[in-house]
């Protein structure tokens, strides 16, 4: 395992305690507006650490059969666990949103939820039972492609909807990240797609950069604004989808060099 890989994984941690201090010491939380501070230092500092998140993606990932089969209880549970988690908070935001809904447009919203909580499931358990299956037991087939392209398609929404009903400034750091955010999951959940049921299209440097990105983003950026504000099911589900993504760059590791044919973005 590339120690590239480990340290931006620590380096995370490391700004989410920054941002943890920022929400709750220099931002007014009732209405999301910075008190102290530049707020353009915010975005700068997320950008740069998102752009080392590609670079370390980029130059650290091995060939992607990992994530098709993972091999080792390590690699097994921290793909399967968070793909579980991210798969229950959905669901459960998926019903929410349809028992809540004022409108259409929180109904289509819902059902994408399920639907993305049904893909998340699904690899959940395909990787459990392809990571913990007897040696010389033939495992079963991953997921259809067609139910994680729908399965992404919340994610699709969700920027969509941001870019429509969100006015807020620049100041307001939280709700102008989020369609950052649901961008990390897409290209998470293609990357996830294409190295599980399209193994022959799979992009390990991808499924390695995306995978960060999403740790980033979704995880450390997230977790402080769980906490410190309310949060729905949907937005710990974010949570759980950087963990994944951080599984899925553990289980891309390698050397550089290594053997395997990488496939063009």
């Avoid at 447009?105 to 049904?118: H, K, M």
């Amino acid at each position: 395992m590339p120690r590239q890989i480990t340290g931006f994984l620590a380096s995370c941690t490391v700004f989410c305690a920054f941002r943890w201090v920022d929400l709750a010491l220099w931002t007014d939380l009732s209405t999301g507006l910075i008190r102290n501070g530049h707020v353009w230092l915010r975005y700068a500092a997320l950008f740069a650490w998102a752009a080392a998140a590609l670079a370390t993606g980029h130059l650290a990932a091995d060939p992607a059969g990992q994530l098709a089969r993972p091999a080792g209880r390590g690699a097994t549970f921290a793909l399967s666990l968070p793909a579980f988690a991210a798969s229950v908070c959905f669901g459960a935001q998926g019903v929410l949103d349809i028992i809540r809904a004022a409108g259409p447009a929180d109904i289509v919203q819902g059902a994408l939820y399920a639907v993305s909580a049904l893909w998340l499931e699904c690899l959940g358990q395909y990787w459990l039972t392809a990571g913990l299956g007897r040696p010389g037991r033939k495992a079963s087939g991953p997921p259809p492609a067609w139910l994680g392209t729908a399965g992404s398609l919340a994610f699709v929404w969700g920027v969509l909807r941001s870019f429509m009903t969100n006015g807020s400034s620049w100041q307001r750091t939280i709700p102008t990240s989020a369609a950052w955010q649901q961008l990390a999951a897409v290209l998470l959940l293609a990357a996830v797609l294409r190295a599980v049921c399209l193994p022959g299209a799979a992009n390990p440097r991808a499924a390695g950069r995306y995978g960060l990105l999403a740790a980033l983003l979704c995880a450390a950026w997230q977790l402080p604004r769980c906490v410190l504000l309310p949060a729905g099911p949907g937005d710990w589900g974010l949570v759980a989808l950087g963990l994944l993504g951080a599984g899925c760059a553990l289980a891309c590791a390698g050397e550089t060099g290594a053997k395997g044919a990488r496939a063009a973005d």
